[in-house]
């Protein structure tokens, strides 16, 4: 699996809120979910690459 570039990580923001994003780690693998409570958006990471997209995201079970 790869990972990310440190000082990618630290500049990427929720699409959709702007907010900071947490690592986590879903049933798939690795994710980054939002931070904000009004949005909470969680998006996959796919062999190091976060997929940013909005319809992509998804509420957190």
Same mark, same amino acid.
């Given at each position: *699996?790869? &990972? *990310?570039?440190?000082?990618l990580? =630290? ?6 809120? !702007? %907010?900071?994003? !947490? /690592? =986590? &780690? $879903? =049933? &798939?693998?690795? =994710? #980054? @979910?939002? &931070? %904000?409570? @009004?949005? $909470?958006? +969680?998006y !996959?990471? /796919?062999?190091?690459?976060? +997929? #940013?997209l909005? /319809?992509? $995201?998804?509420?957190?079970?």
């Amino acid at each position: *699996m790869a &990972t *990310m570039e440190p000082w990618l990580r =630290e500049i990427l923001r929720c699409p959709n809120c !702007r %907010s900071e994003l !947490r /690592d =986590e &780690t $879903g =049933e &798939t693998g690795p =994710e #980054l @979910a939002c &931070t %904000s409570d @009004a949005c $909470g958006l +969680v998006y !996959r990471v /796919d062999d190091g690459v976060p +997929v #940013l997209l909005v /319809d992509e $995201g998804r509420k957190p079970v």
